[in-house]
């Protein structure tokens, strides 16, 4: 196989960082993606306000880095699916990344579908991919569904980023892994949205503010954790 990927859990986003990066590009991207994440959070709800999160997200991501590509989709599920959320962000990644051979990172992110709900990994990542619909009074001890916000990166040597995110709303929660969510009609409600960026590393930008963004994300440090034993 022409490349290797380690992965690693970056705050709610799961991150491929292909073998061919240096040190120092990993260390960019890993910075600039959960820097991202945290900024946007702080502004916006995570789960409530997603458009608006995504946008500052962006944005936070261009103090450093070139966009090349951006993409926007969204489709209804039909009733009759077996697509799992984990099989749907890898075929949008591959539609939007069709330079890089799907099979040098697919197999190690569809991995992650097959855990256990009570894996580390999954525990992990659930707090900031999924949440409870807040109840709005309507309906005493109505079945209440869930928010699902997932996002996956593939990083490539130069660095470049290429993001996908894909959120959406569940009729009910289920409490298993969210990866392995299966999309039907009965199970999504309404649309389920996607988005692809893809961007490059900014030396020129980024470089000025390398050692002040390394001291600010020390306290957050914990929050990026590699995912042992899941090398292709």
Not at 64 to 86: E, F, I, K
Not at 170 to 190: C, K, M
Request: a negative charge.
């Amino acid at each position: 196989m022409g490349n290797q990927y380690s992965i690693y859990a970056n705050a709610g986003t799961v991150v491929l960082l292909s073998a061919g990066m240096s040190e120092r590009e990993k260390q960019d991207v890993q910075h600039s993606l959960l820097f991202a994440q945290l900024a946007a959070t702080k502004r916006h709800p995570l789960f409530f306000e997603t458009q608006e999160w995504y946008s500052t997200w962006q944005q936070v991501l261009k103090g450093s880095w070139l966009q090349r590509t951006v993409g926007w989709d969204q489709y209804n599920p039909g009733p009759a699916s077996t697509v799992t959320a984990m099989e749907q962000l890898v075929s949008y990644m591959k539609e939007s990344l069709a330079s890089v051979d799907a099979a040098e990172w697919a197999p190690i992110v569809q991995g992650i579908a097959r855990l256990p709900a009570t894996d580390s990994v999954i525990e992990c990542l659930r707090g900031r991919i999924e949440q409870e619909e807040q109840p709005d009074g309507s309906e005493t001890g109505a079945t209440r569904g869930e928010r699902y916000r997932f996002m996956f990166v593939v990083a490539q040597p130069g660095p470049r980023l290429n993001a996908v995110c894909m959120t959406m709303t569940s009729s009910q929660g289920d409490g298993g892994n969210p990866f392995s969510r299966v999309l039907t009609a009965d199970e999504v409600s309404g649309a389920i949205e996607q988005r692809f960026f893809q961007a490059d590393f900014s030396a020129v930008l980024h470089d000025p503010i390398r050692d002040d963004l390394a001291k600010r994300l020390k306290p957050f440090a914990s929050l990026i954790q590699e995912i042992p034993g899941r090398q292709i």
